[in-house]
């Protein structure tokens, strides 16, 4: 059987990166932290995949082991320098983290004299995650495995599509989806292009795809988030049912619509299509998605490359509208939810730090202009909220 490792045994992991894998009979040894997780995975070594549809279908996956990073650090090396395909679904701030970890994995497999190519897949919502990884994973190496890593290592950026919610079940391994999935990845920038999975999209430009993805699925989802948190609402399923909040989606999907359409090759209809099945998968019955969850890590989600920012800058750069989008943006800057730390940073920056500033430090946005938009943005909210 081929080996892979998967950094990441939480919702996507084994929710979607693990069906795919299973599905081109890989071994995955999963690596995670979280120790119920990893025994659960040790015992039972399969799990179930239920979609959460009228059918409730189920998908088996077995084969499957779980490495505790903290405990046993050593046994995720020898997994690395066994490994065919190693993948990442564990979050962008927790990459830096790993980093460490795959290099003296890619050094030992150097020192075994593995020259077989192998790709690091990471399947973050980010634009650029694999190369961001690589940028890390780099710190790390010497200058005998940097040239290792250029010849035969590849870190081709990813697009990775599927709802999976935040749940607890019975099983701490059965996991609940939403029947769509997607994964794309960069073929330029692989190194074993011969190991083709099933159920991946290989493209040679992953630019038009990341970005339709991440700003349609991403910034519409943290449209409803942030607006259904000023609204009250705990959940998307329930936002959703606000006729006003519906609106501010689609109208953000027609900003990001126009600079989809300016910058690549996709025709209205198509992407009219794509963001009306995004609000039937928001609106699924069967899947009950926290606005905690999809709000989660405000602070990163109003990053300069981030779902918000990176399409404000380049509709304003085009003068092309984006008013619904900074309206949200001043959401986020109001978002209060005292479990998740970003949350209660950017609240605790508010208070300590002039509005400008925040928002200069966390967007990174320095057109002033734009800057006074973003401002009044907040501004704007903050007064409907007093
Ligand atoms: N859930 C989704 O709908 C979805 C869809 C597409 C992409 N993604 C992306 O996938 C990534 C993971 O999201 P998720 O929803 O599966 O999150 P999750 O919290 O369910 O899973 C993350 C896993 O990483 C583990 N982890 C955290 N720190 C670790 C460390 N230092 N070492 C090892 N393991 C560690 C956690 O224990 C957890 O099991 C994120 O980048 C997210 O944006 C999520
Ligand atoms: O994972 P995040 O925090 O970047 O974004 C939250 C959700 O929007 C996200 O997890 C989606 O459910 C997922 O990207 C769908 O493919």
């Given at each position: 059987m081929k080996q892979a490792v998967h950094f990441g045994a939480g919702n996507i992991g084994r929710g979607f990166i693990g069906e795919i894998l299973h599905q081109n009979d890989f071994e995955i040894a999963f690596v995670d932290v979280n120790e119920t997780i990893i025994d659960a995975l040790n015992t039972q070594k399969e799990y179930d995949i239920e979609l959460?549809?009228?059918?409730?279908e189920s998908i088996h996956v077995n084969n499957v082991r779980g490495i505790n990073n903290a405990k046993k650090p050593e046994e995720v090396i020898t997994a690395i320098v066994n490994a065919d395909v190693v993948t990442t679904a564990i979050g962008p701030n927790i990459l830096p983290f790993i980093a460490q970890l795959l290099a003296q994995g890619i050094h030992a497999r150097r020192i075994a004299n593995n020259a077989t190519p192998l790709d690091v897949i990471a399947c973050e919502n980010m634009i650029g995650g694999s190369q961001f990884f690589l940028s890390k994973v780099k710190e790390y190496l010497d200058e005998a495995d940097l040239t290792y890593v250029n010849q035969y290592i590849g870190f081709p950026n990813a697009a990775v599509d599927r709802i999976v919610p935040n749940q607890a079940n019975i099983d701490p391994l059965h996991v609940i989806v939403e029947p769509f999935c997607e994964w794309v990845v960069?073929?330029?920038?692989?190194?074993?292009?011969?190991?083709q999975i099933k159920g991946v999209h290989y493209a040679n430009d992953l630019e038009p795809f990341i970005e339709r993805k991440l700003f349609s699925v991403n910034t519409g989802h943290a449209t409803v988030a942030y607006n259904g948190a000023a609204a009250g609402y705990t959940t998307i399923t329930e936002a959703l049912t606000n006729a006003d909040i519906m609106a501010t989606l689609r109208q953000v999907q027609a900003e990001i619509r126009a600079l989809l359409l300016a910058k690549f090759d996709f025709t209205e209809t198509d992407l009219v299509a794509y963001h009306d099945t995004i609000c039937e998968r928001f609106a699924n019955p069967y899947i009950v998605d926290k606005i905690t969850r999809v709000g989660r890590t405000p602070i990163r989600k109003l990053g300069y490359d981030e779902r918000f920012i990176r399409p404000i800058r380049e509709l304003n750069a085009r003068n092309l509208p984006c008013d619904t989008l900074i309206a949200t943006v001043g959401k986020i800057f109001t978002y209060q939810d005292k479990n998740d730390q970003q949350a209660v940073e950017l609240q605790a920056k508010l208070l300590s730090t002039p509005l400008t500033d925040v928002i200069k430090d966390v967007?990174?946005?320095?057109?002033v202009a734009l800057i006074s938009k973003l401002e009044a943005a907040v501004k704007a909210n903050l007064k409907v909220k007093n």
């Amino acid at each position: 059987m081929k080996q892979a490792v998967h950094f990441g045994a939480g919702n996507i992991g084994r929710g979607f990166i693990g069906e795919i894998l299973h599905q081109n009979d890989f071994e995955i040894a999963f690596v995670d932290v979280n120790e119920t997780i990893i025994d659960a995975l040790n015992t039972q070594k399969e799990y179930d995949i239920e979609l959460a549809s009228d059918a409730h279908e189920s998908i088996h996956v077995n084969n499957v082991r779980g490495i505790n990073n903290a405990k046993k650090p050593e046994e995720v090396i020898t997994a690395i320098v066994n490994a065919d395909v190693v993948t990442t679904a564990i979050g962008p701030n927790i990459l830096p983290f790993i980093a460490q970890l795959l290099a003296q994995g890619i050094h030992a497999r150097r020192i075994a004299n593995n020259a077989t190519p192998l790709d690091v897949i990471a399947c973050e919502n980010m634009i650029g995650g694999s190369q961001f990884f690589l940028s890390k994973v780099k710190e790390y190496l010497d200058e005998a495995d940097l040239t290792y890593v250029n010849q035969y290592i590849g870190f081709p950026n990813a697009a990775v599509d599927r709802i999976v919610p935040n749940q607890a079940n019975i099983d701490p391994l059965h996991v609940i989806v939403e029947p769509f999935c997607e994964w794309v990845v960069d073929e330029s920038q692989m190194k074993n292009k011969e190991l083709q999975i099933k159920g991946v999209h290989y493209a040679n430009d992953l630019e038009p795809f990341i970005e339709r993805k991440l700003f349609s699925v991403n910034t519409g989802h943290a449209t409803v988030a942030y607006n259904g948190a000023a609204a009250g609402y705990t959940t998307i399923t329930e936002a959703l049912t606000n006729a006003d909040i519906m609106a501010t989606l689609r109208q953000v999907q027609a900003e990001i619509r126009a600079l989809l359409l300016a910058k690549f090759d996709f025709t209205e209809t198509d992407l009219v299509a794509y963001h009306d099945t995004i609000c039937e998968r928001f609106a699924n019955p069967y899947i009950v998605d926290k606005i905690t969850r999809v709000g989660r890590t405000p602070i990163r989600k109003l990053g300069y490359d981030e779902r918000f920012i990176r399409p404000i800058r380049e509709l304003n750069a085009r003068n092309l509208p984006c008013d619904t989008l900074i309206a949200t943006v001043g959401k986020i800057f109001t978002y209060q939810d005292k479990n998740d730390q970003q949350a209660v940073e950017l609240q605790a920056k508010l208070l300590s730090t002039p509005l400008t500033d925040v928002i200069k430090d966390v967007t990174s946005v320095t057109d002033v202009a734009l800057i006074s938009k973003l401002e009044a943005a907040v501004k704007a909210n903050l007064k409907v909220k007093n």
